[in-house]
């Protein structure tokens, strides 16, 4: 089973249980409602135990699937991390190269001259034949009979 993930503006948005989910960025993209879809963010909260505990229960088991999880920091204290589908207004989008989810376009495609530095010479080195030691007897000549 996939996780599903609020759709929201803000972290407290995204902590309601009453929160929409969506399974995919398609999905968060066909509940957005005229925002635009930043990306899927993922926020660390570090609270109390028990206020983890409630946070959890208050989803209780009808809310979103996966999209919190319970860690522990070094001091032994709790951490919350909240993975969520982030609206913003369409004006406020982030150019791609800023984006997580989205690679930066390509650089425009110049002249390569990798060849020319690698493979200015064969690629093979040629092999010497070894003069032969005259005080070797040669096993395999063709002069030899019997």
Do not use: C
């Not at 409602?33 to 209780?60: I, V």
């Amino acid at each position: 089973m996939s996780l599903a993930y609020p759709v929201a503006r803000s972290l407290e948005d995204a902590l309601k249980p009453d929160a929409p989910t969506a399974r995919s960025r398609r999905g968060a993209i066909s509940q957005a409602s005229g925002l635009a879809l930043e990306g899927l963010e993922t926020s660390w909260l570090h609270l109390p135990e028990a206020e983890a505990d409630a946070l959890f229960k208050a989803l209780g088991p009808d809310g979103a699937a996966g999209h919190l999880q319970r860690y522990e920091d070094t001091s032994g204290h709790t951490v919350v991390a909240v993975s969520w589908w982030k609206l913003v207004d369409p004006n406020n989008v982030r150019p791609p190269e800023k984006r997580a989810f989205e690679p930066a376009p390509p650089p425009p495609l110049t002249d390569d001259h990798t060849d020319d530095l690698y493979f200015r010479h064969g690629r093979t080195k040629t092999r010497r034949k070894k003069p032969t030691d005259p005080n070797q007897l040669d096993l395999f000549s063709k002069n030899l009979k019997g």
